[in-house]
C-alpha cells in the first residue's frame, strides 16, 4: 500500500469501524479478561522500523477493538459517559481530515466560525445571557476551571489586584463556597487556580443532594458560591434562584457545574429544574455527555466577556489584531483540535425539538429503570429527576456482590457509590442509544444478579 495515499486507509478505517459498530451490541459492555490481555501485542521496544500503515491500523483493530468499552452502544450506564451521535462521529471524521488548529481565527475561519456558532446557539438553548462569552474546551473540569479563572479576576480586580499579573501571593483572600455535594473535579479546579481545594466553605446538602439556601453563610463581594445543576449520584439540582438571589443581595459570584444538567434547560418538561439558572455569573457544561457529541468536548459560559478573555488572553507580539473572535482568548489552551465542529454538527442535526427529545428519553428511560426495580421490590434511594438511578440492594457487601455479578455478566454495566450511609449501584442513562428494549434487558440482568445474590 502506498503510504501516502489517503484512500485506501480511510476506506479499510470505514469499513473497521463499521463492523466494530455492527457488532457492539452482541459483545459484553466491559470487555473480557482475555481481550484486555491482548492489549499487550500493541507493546514491546519501540519499533526500529515503522510499518505498513495497513499493517497498523489492522493490529490497533485487532487488540484495540476488543479490549474497548461499548461506550457507543445503549447499556453503558457508568459513571455519567455519553455515547456519540452518527452524524457526530461524521463530523469529527471530516474535521480530522481538515486538520484544523483551532486556536485563531486566521489557523481555521471554519473551526473558529463552526465553534462561534455552535455557542451561540448553545447559549440560547440553555436560555443565558445573549451578551455571555463561550469556550469550548475538553470537559467540564476546563469548564469550571474557566469559569472560575473569570470570577477569581473579577473579584480582585474590584479590589484593584490584577491576579494574572502579580498572582496570588500577598493577593485580598476569596472565599469559595460550595455544596457539600460538589463535584470532586470542581474542587480540583480550585486547587488548581490556588483558591485550595480545603479552604472551601461546605453548606449542608438535603437529602437528595440539593444544596439547602437558607443554610449558605454570610457571603461578600469578594465570594464564588458554586452551585451544582445534576448531581453525579442523585440527579439532583441546587436551587438557582434562591441562591442567585441570596449572592448577588451580597455582590457575590455565582458559577453553575452543570456537566450534564444544564441540558435539563433544554426540555419544555425538565426546565422547571434548571429555574433560575441564568442569574448566574458563570456555567460550565458537557457536550460529550448530554449532548453525545463524543469524546471530548466541554464549554463555559461567562456572563462578562471581558471577565474571561482577561484571565485567558495572554498577548503575543505575532498575534496581530483582528475583528474576529479568537478562540484562544477565551480557552486555558492555545492549540487544540477543532472539536467545535461536532459540536456544530450535533446541534444542527438535533435542533431545539432533537435536543429536547433526546433529553427527555434518557429521563424516561431512567424513570422506566427505576420503576421497574422498585415493582421488583428493590430500594430505589433517590428521586428520579433525571438521568440517574441509586439502587440499594440490601447490606454493602451484598450491594458490592451484585455491581461485580452485573459488571461481569456483559449485558450492561453500572458502577458503585456510596450516598448518604448506603451503598448502591449508580446507573446513568446517558446515551441517544438507549432503547426500551436496552433498558428491559438490562433491567432483566440486574434482577437476575441480585435473585443470585
Ligand atoms: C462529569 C462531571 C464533571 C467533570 O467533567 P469532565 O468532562 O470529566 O471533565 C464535573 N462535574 C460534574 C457534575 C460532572 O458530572
Redo the contacts with the bound molecule.
Keep these: 500500500m502506498d503510504p501516502h495515499d489517503h484512500r485506501p486507509l480511510l476506506s479499510e478505517v470505514t469499513e473497521r469501524a463499521l463492523a466494530y459498530l455492527d457488532g457492539l451490541d452482541r459483545r459484553p459492555v466491559f470487555p473480557p479478561a482475555g481481550a484486555i490481555a491482548g492489549l499487550a501485542a500493541l507493546g514491546g521496544p519501540l519499533p526500529e522500523h515503522g510499518s505498513d500503515p495497513a499493517d497498523v491500523l489492522a493490529q490497533l483493530d485487532r487488540a484495540g477493538s476488543p479490549a474497548t468499552v461499548a461506550l457507543a452502544g445503549g447499556r453503558y450506564f457508568g459513571?455519567?459517559n455519553g455515547g456519540v451521535l452518527p452524524v457526530a462521529l461524521a463530523a469529527n471524521w471530516l474535521a480530522s481530515a481538515w486538520g484544523q488548529n483551532a486556536a485563531l481565527w486566521v489557523m481555521s475561519p471554519a473551526a473558529a466560525e463552526l465553534e462561534r456558532i455552535a455557542l451561540d446557539w448553545l447559549a440560547e438553548l440553555f436560555g443565558l445571557p445573549r451578551e455571555c462569552a463561550g469556550a469550548v474546551v475538553?470537559?467540564?473540569?476546563?469548564a469550571?476551571f474557566t469559569g472560575l479563572a473569570a470570577a477569581r479576576h473579577t473579584l480582585l480586580e474590584r479590589e484593584s489586584w490584577d491576579v494574572e499579573r502579580q498572582g496570588l501571593f500577598g493577593a485580598p483572600p476569596i472565599e469559595v463556597v460550595v455544596g457539600d455535594e460538589a463535584?470532586a473535579?470542581?474542587l480540583k479546579t480550585l486547587g488548581m487556580l490556588g483558591l485550595g481545594r480545603d479552604r472551601v466553605v461546605r453548606v449542608p446538602a438535603d437529602g437528595q443532594g440539593r444544596l439547602v439556601a437558607k443554610d449558605i453563610p454570610r457571603l461578600g463581594p469578594r465570594t464564588i458560591l458554586c452551585l451544582?445543576a445534576?448531581?453525579?449520584n442523585t440527579g439532583a439540582f441546587d436551587p438557582f434562584e434562591e441562591a442567585c438571589g441570596i449572592a448577588h443581595e451580597a455582590g457575590a459570584w455565582v458559577h453553575v457545574?452543570g456537566?450534564?444538567?444544564l441540558w435539563a434547560a433544554a426540555s419544555a418538561t425538565r426546565s422547571s429544574l434548571t429555574a433560575g439558572l441564568a442569574l448566574a455569573d458563570s456555567w460550565?457544561t458537557?457536550a460529550?455527555?448530554t449532548l453525545n457529541s463524543g469524546y471530548?468536548c466541554?464549554i463555559a459560559f461567562v456572563r462578562q466577556p471581558s471577565a474571561v478573555s482577561a484571565a485567558m488572553n495572554v498577548p503575543a507580539p505575532y498575534l496581530l489584531g483582528s475583528e474576529h473572535r479568537q478562540p484562544m482568548h477565551f480557552t486555558p489552551e492555545s492549540s487544540r483540535r477543532a472539536r467545535g465542529v461536532e459540536l456544530w454538527a450535533a446541534l444542527k442535526y438535533l435542533g431545539r425539538a432533537g435536543a429536547a427529545k433526546m433529553v427527555e428519553r434518557m429521563c424516561v428511560n431512567a424513570t422506566r429503570l427505576a420503576d421497574g426495580l422498585r415493582r421488583a421490590g428493590q430500594n430505589v434511594l433517590n428521586e428520579v429527576v433525571f438521568n440517574q438511578v441509586l439502587v440499594s440492594f440490601g447490606d454493602a457487601e451484598r450491594t458490592r456482590r451484585i455491581i461485580e455479578t452485573i459488571q461481569q455478566d456483559g449485558t450492561c454495566w453500572c458502577g458503585g457509590t456510596e450516598w448518604h450511609g448506603h451503598s448502591a449501584m449508580r446507573i446513568s442513562i446517558s446515551s441517544w442509544a438507549t432503547t426500551h428494549d436496552d433498558i428491559d434487558r438490562s433491567l432483566g440482568a440486574i434482577l437476575r444478579a441480585a435473585a443470585e445474590a
Excluded: R
Excluded at 138 to 142: D, I, L, P, S, V
Design positions: 459513571f455519567v475538553t470537559g467540564a473540569t476546563m469550571n463535584h473535579s470542581l451544582q445534576g448531581n453525579v457545574d456537566a450534564f444538567g460550565a458537557d460529550h455527555k471530548d466541554g
